[in-house]
T-cell receptor, first 113, second 112 residues
Framework: RKEVEQDPGPFNVPEGATVAFNCTYSNSASQSFFWYRQDCRKEPKLLMSVYSSGNEDGRFTAQLNRASQYISLLIRDSKLSDSATYLCVVVLYYGGSQGNLIFGKGTKLSVKP | NAGVTQTPKFQVLKTGQSMTLQCAQDMNHNSMYWYRQDPGMGLRLIYYSASEGTTDKGEVPNGYNVSRLNKREFSLRLESAAPSQTSVYFC???????????FGQGTRLTVV
């Protein structure tokens, strides 16, 4: 089983739609969680961190379910500019002061007019 | 404040040639990383450096070496390039192991 799994999509949605992405992780020792956004032929950029209590940033809501080991991202009122690949990221702790960011393969979103 | 700077942006190598990808960050981050990204494979960790003076293997280290020259710089070396190393390479840094990472713009490497 992969460490971090995402539905690859693509998700094709009309402008204004609400879309949800899910991500599951296999290592219960995972410490931190993030959603990144990657535009075509660009570097990944942090979209938002994911906290246990859930968090919201404008049209974006992230949630974490540690018991079920999954993370979600909800995008409301989709814009054309939201078209990108969304990467789920989990930080694994190796001990001492070492850990690593493990990336899912990403979910591609295409928002159409 | 440039963030993470990678050079070169593009490179074509012949099989067997060597090269070094350079990466520098100006955010005083402790941790630095090298990833490769291939279609359908996502981002895979090649090597990382948790702090100045330390380096460790990631998921796909074979065929690569790294040097954490100082706190700012983390280079990736291909000693004898192979076509399987054709990829997009990203350098990243983070303040610590459990904080968000910031990425460079990537190096598109083709080995022919």
């Amino acid at each position: 089983r992969k460490e971090v799994e995402q539905d690859p999509g693509p998700f094709n949605v009309p402008e204004g739609a609400t879309v949800a992405f899910n991500c599951t992780y296999s290592n219960s020792a995972s410490q931190s969680f993030f959603w990144y956004r990657q535009d075509c032929r660009k570097e990944p950029k942090l979209l938002m961190s994911v906290y246990s209590s859930g968090n919201e940033d404008g049209r974006f809501t992230a949630q974490l379910n540690r018991a079920s080991q999954y993370i979600s991202l909800l995008i409301r009122d989709s814009k054309l500019s939201d078209s990108a690949t969304y990467l789920c990221v989990v930080v694994l702790y190796y001990g001492g002061s070492q850990g690593n960011l493990i990336f899912g393969k990403g979910t591609k979103l295409s928002v159409k007019p | 404040n440039a963030g993470v700077t990678q050079t070169p942006k593009f490179q074509v190598l012949k099989t067997g040639q060597s090269m070094t990808l350079q990466c520098a960050q100006d955010m005083n981050h402790n941790s630095m990383y090298w990833y490769r990204q291939d279609p359908g494979m996502g981002l895979r960790l090649i090597y990382y450096s948790a702090s100045e003076g330390t380096t460790d293997k990631g998921e796909v280290p074979n065929g690569y070496n790294v040097s954490r020259l100082n706190k700012r710089e983390f280079s990736l070396r291909l000693e004898s390039a192979a076509p399987s190393q054709t990829s997009v390479y990203f350098c990243a840094s983070s303040e610590n192991w459990n904080t968000e990472a910031f990425f460079g713009q990537g190096t598109r490497l083709t080995v022919v």
